[in-house]
């Protein structure tokens, strides 16, 4: 199959120049010239070099703006001389301290597999910061990811199962770390999602799911296939991340945005449907299947935010005895959303536990999961 041909624009821009040409993948794509419109070849490197006049007559798939700072204006000359807003992507991804940095490569670590494993943790954030994996009294594989949906939960395990069947078919226990909007949750629309580069953790699965819903997602995905395998292979998050060692205040009600989004039918029918897939895989009569509510900091909460996680509350537990009903296996929801809920010094926002609170929550899981898991 061809490479996609990639022009970068902005020569002497030379911090967001080399993170293009060391993290893009070479596999898929290659780097065709340079252009800029303030210069007339590239003098730093010596490179196929276009002037921005001639762009428009070049056979190419991507112009990638390295002069991230000045990219409005850049866009606009790109616009005078015909080039399609398709055709021009901005690599945010490459600034310092993004998000996607912090991201796991799931389908690397499910591939990299060697050994079997007691247990398994699916999830998003909050068991991937909530949860200290080194310090659980049993061996636990850890799936989850920031933002990752029910979906691409979903997609890693039935990877998993065909990549690894036999350390699939070893674990025991299953953790599933999910708030109470989580069935409210579609990750492929989610912009948040894109801006941050949480589809970095499943892109390997090469599934955008709803992704042709969502507008900017096509700004973002060819940026994710581009850069995402060095990314995530380079900052090596597989196990996790935890730097968060500064707690909320206890002075100032807190607002809880995801708790307050409106309830979008579609995707919790389809989550719904989702879920019935994911315990079905899973259906064993040795296997303990664990739905877990994480802890949130609920009295520093403001009042908006109570009704709406009260809103959602209800809206889950509905949710919860249907799939009871309607699934041959057994699973036990384990409400944490109270557990640490007065104490400010274990949280790091709302609704995420910080180094403190990790390390309690952690200690929470080994003494109450532990019996049943030896059972």
């Known amino acids: 199959m061809a490479k996609e041909r990639i022009i970068v624009y902005g020569i002497w821009s030379l911090e967001i120049r080399r993170a293009i040409e060391f993290f893009l993948d070479e596999k898929n794509y290659e780097i065709i010239g340079y252009s800029d419109t303030n210069a007339d070849s ?216 995801s708790v307050l989004k409106n309830d979008y039918e579609d995707t919790i029918s389809e989550n719904i449907q989702i879920s019935k897939s994911l315990l079905n895989l899973f259906s064993s009569a040795n296997r303990n299947i664990f739905f877990i509510v994480p802890p949130a900091y609920v009295v520093g909460l403001d009042e908006k935010s109570l009704e709406g996680a009260e809103r959602k509350k209800n809206r889950f537990y509905k949710i919860i005895d249907e799939l009871r009903a309607s699934c041959d296996c057994g699973f036990e929801l384990v409400d944490c959303f109270e557990l640490f809920g007065n104490d400010g010094a274990l949280f790091f926002d709302a609704d995420h536990l910080n180094n403190a609170g990790q390390k309690k929550f952690t200690e929470y899981i080994n003494a109450t999961l532990i019996d049943v898991k030896d059972a």
């Not at 296939?225 to 060095?230: L, N, R, T």
């Open 42 to 257: 590239d003098t730093l490197d010596h490179r196929s070099f276009f002037k921005t006049d001639e762009l428009s007559k070049v056979d190419f798939d991507y112009i990638l703006i390295a002069a991230i700072k000045y990219a409005d204006r850049i866009i606009e000359v790109l616009h005078t001389y015909g080039i399609s807003d398709n055709k021009i992507l901005i690599p945010d991804y490459l600034l310092p301290d993004t998000l996607i940095k912090k991201i796991p490569d799931r389908v690397r670590t499910i591939s990299s597999l060697e050994k079997n494993y007691d247990s398994l943790i699916l999830g998003m954030s909050y068991s991937f910061l909530g949860i200290d994996k080194n310090l659980l009294n049993f061996s636990c594989l850890d799936l989850s990811a920031p933002s990752l949906d029910l979906y691409y939960n979903l997609r890693l395990c039935e990877f998993f199962l065909r990549q690894k069947r036999h350390i699939f078919e070893a674990i025991r226990n299953i953790y599933i770390v999910i708030p109470y909007y989580f069935f409210n949750f579609d990750m492929s629309l989610s912009t948040n999602a894109y801006i941050n580069g949480c589809q970095a953790s499943i892109a390997g699965l090469g599934d955008w799911h709803n992704s042709d819903k969502n507008p900017v997602a096509s700004k973002y995905i060819p940026l994710i296939k581009m850069f995402s395998e060095k990314i995530t292979e380079f900052y090596d998050c597989n196990d996790g991340y935890f730097l968060y060692q500064n707690c909320v205040s206890e002075e100032h009600s807190l607002t809880w945005k």
